[in-house]
């Protein structure tokens, strides 16, 4: 928590301190209110005294309640300042750490639980520091100076008093050890209800063909009861916590003036009215005791929760990013759209086997490289290693002469043009999706836009779309088909003109004749850039320069396709299994 909390800047401590000021003023105010008091008990007492002199001290006690009120109502506005702007910072910080974060990274959190940290869980911490500058500050400097006011004015009272404070700590603590361990469940189950809600809403047409609706809702009813039953729990738990503090109250009251009575009784007559008054000072420095205890019960219960969000902020703030930024914006001179592969191995963190082994190649500028293999062969992940989505475990992969690892990250991805394995579309126009962020490059115009679709044979359906370029796609591209998504994610990278282009089985959506002149009009478009191609038809690679046979992460193979026809039996089992013996002799 204090970690977060060093994240405060200047200008909110400053914020802070004028809060801490403005308390004390406060606490001030409202503990003159008793003396006050007392000395309007000894006047309405005492014969003779004149009523100007009891109105007086009314108007003290009346001006002492004003500013008090008033330095409340400064302090809930800057607390509630501080509490806004430390927690979009939060959001940011905690936004900003996930975009840096490589494939490992993010696959540490779920997605759900990366929403749940960024909103609930800041939410949280945002409530304990509004609230913390209101109450945590108030409470120990009221509770030490009440105690300081009433100290030494009766015995008895006293210990009454201390026997109710510690009443109360007692049972505040013994609520924050049953409580405490439910909350982190609390938030874990908020996660599982996100990821419920999420996964019915993206899979909503799966879920219908298949008559699931109602598997789904027991599914979500299931952890939506056991949510509502722990925060049943908690609340419950703290449902008792009023009760005794009002009782304890109630009966602190009770005891100062049952004590009170007997020692007035046993007095003499001169010292009636000094114990009266002190009776009634002391009944109120005590009730403000004990409402010093009460706001920091509240605060107790607002802790856990927060202390269980903020371990959770930091674990997301706290996980750095294996892929480490170069220092390098340019490739060597003379070497322009080349990809090298050197003794390439790749195995994920946790694996103990290679997915990828010692694999080399390497294709210059102008060529298009096609890699192909039976599931599982490790093609994608090959590819992936090129924009540094993981970094190699052993060997290097340059670019225009140049380790991936010595660019910077943006100088890297400037020189890609990359389409994933499944098109995502983002919420949008065509043309926002086409011309997708600046790229670290200037604006790409409406016409290279039209160009790039083009290009991607998405003209003819875009034109029927309601307004045309300007047509809406939904986040996911929803409202579109999947042949459509590919097309305009093709698009996406045809308009950046980039180096080198990397096609992550990017046709697969593609009928066969749209795939056939998409690459045609492609191979013409960007002759002098570098393909990538991740493919498992045989069809969308027949004319590439040089294809890599891939098995069990393995190269098996590499040349042209008739090279390979007669070389590499695995292609050759692959390219018969799609095509008939007379196709693959005349392509």
Known sequence: MLKLFKKLSFKDVIYIFICFLLIFFQVWLDLKLP?????????????????????????????????????????????????????????????????????????????????????????????????????????????????????????????????????????????????????????????????????????????RAFNAEEYQTDRFEKANNELTDTQLFNQRCFATLNPIMYLVMHFLTLGIYFIGAILINEAGMVDKLNLFSNMVVFSSYAMQVIMSFLMLAMIFMIFPRAQVSASRISEVLDTKSTIVDGTKEEGLEGEKGTVEFKNVSFKYPDADAYLIKNISFKVSKGETIAFIGSTGSGKSTLINLVPRFYDVTDGEILIDGVNVKDYKLKALHNKLGYVSQKAFMFDGTVSDNVAYGDNGRKKISSQKIKEAIEVAQGTDFVTKMDKQYNAHIARGGTNISGGQKQRLAIARAIARDPEIYIFDDSFSALDYQTDATLRKELKKYTKDATILIVAQRIGTILNADKIVVLDRGECVGIGNHKQLMKNCDIYKEIALSQLSKEELENA
């Open 35 to 207: 003396d006050y008091m007392s000395e309007i008990t000894r006047l309405v007492q005492t014969s003779g005294s004149d009523i100007t002199d009891i109105l007086t001290q009314g108007f003290y006690m009346l001006l002492c309640a004003i500013g008090s009120l008033l330095s409340a109502v400064v302090v809930g506005y800057f607390a509630s300042l501080v509490g806004s702007s430390f927690s979009r910072s939060l959001r940011k910080e905690i936004f900003d750490a996930v975009e840096d974060f490589g494939m490992e990274q993010i696959k540490k959190f779920s997605t759900s639980s990366l929403i749940t940290r960024t909103s609930n869980d800041v939410t949280q911490v945002e409530m304990l520091l509004s609230m913390g500058l209101q109450l945590l500050i108030k409470a120990p400097i009221m509770a030490i100076w009440a105690i300081c006011k009433i100290i030494g004015k009766n015995i008895q009272w006293s210990i009454l008093t201390g026997i109710g404070v510690v009443i109360l700590l007692g049972t505040v603590s013994i609520i924050m050890v049953i409580v405490l361990p439910r909350f982190k469940k609390v938030q874990k189950l908020i996660d599982k209800i996100n990821s419920l809600t999420r996964e019915n809403l993206t899979g909503i047409r799966v879920i």
